[in-house]
């Protein structure tokens, strides 16, 4: 039984071959990969129904790339003929999508004119600022996207513009900011820069705290959200190592 009955068997082989790809590229709880390893085709067959398997959905959702991709050539043709705000503002949200910051911003700048009221295509161009840690630039249209709607995307415009703060030399405003967002909101990137924050200030044990919020999350969380906080995770378990032991 374990990882040696997968080698006699070329199917075997194959099942325990994907799981271990699978974990490496996901990188779920260690404890999984001891249950490939000891129980072999029968611990991958296991880790691949419950850890693999839902991961179909994003597979279907990175199929949705091609299409994008699609539409963006379409758009960056289009523009050329019809430079239009909207053309721009929607081939901006594509390349965001994309993660192309640096283009998506170049359009957002194209599609924002003087009589843009909305608040979307100038928080989507300061995520993309921030994307890029351009901060400075970031701060002008968040600060415009709070003073307009403070609760904006649940909260975060108001944890990323604490960010923009800290990263632009005002540290007395991050902390003001950073002190309000984090009492309504509890979306892990904004703990995680809170805590790096405070680790920047040389406030280890408030930067540790916070870092520790975004893990003790994980055991109540369900298994989907859990893999969407996989990096939020990493993070903070990356940020405590630096810190060291209390």
Not at 182 to 200: C, D, G, K, P, R
Not at 215 to 244: D, I, N, Q
Request: proline share 5%; net charge positive.
């Amino acid at each position: 039984m374990g990882i040696f009955s997968a080698l006699v068997n070329p199917y075997a082989f194959l099942l325990v071959a994907l799981a271990i790809v699978h974990f490496i590229r996901r990188r779920p709880d260690t404890y999984w990969l001891y249950v490939i390893l000891f129980l072999g085709p029968l611990g991958a067959a296991i880790y691949l129904v419950v850890e693999a398997a839902p991961d179909l959905g994003l597979l279907r959702q990175s199929f949705k790339v091609f299409p994008r991709r699609k539409r963006i050539h379409e758009l960056e043709a289009a523009v050329l003929d019809n430079p239009s705000a909207g053309n721009y503002e929607e081939l901006a949200d594509l390349y965001m999508e994309d993660k192309n910051f640096a283009k998506a911003r170049a359009c957002y700048d194209r599609a924002i004119s003087s009589r843009t009221d909305s608040p979307d295509p100038f928080y989507r161009r300061g995520v993309c600022e921030v994307e890029l840690g351009d901060f400075a630039a970031a701060l002008n249209d968040l600060e415009r996207v709070v003073k307009s709607n403070p609760g904006y995307d649940f909260h975060r415009a108001r944890g990323l513009l604490a960010h923009a703060y800290a990263n632009t030399n005002q540290p007395a405003r991050a902390e003001e900011l950073f002190s309000q967002v984090t009492v309504i909101s509890t979306l892990s990137e904004t703990y995680y820069n809170y805590s790096s924050f405070l680790a920047a200030q040389g406030r280890n044990a408030e930067a540790r705290e916070w870092a520790h919020r975004i893990l003790a999350k994980k055991p109540t969380m369900p298994r989907y959200l859990r893999r969407r906080e996989r990096p939020w995770f990493r993070k903070a378990s990356a940020l405590l190592s630096r810190l060291g032991a209390e």
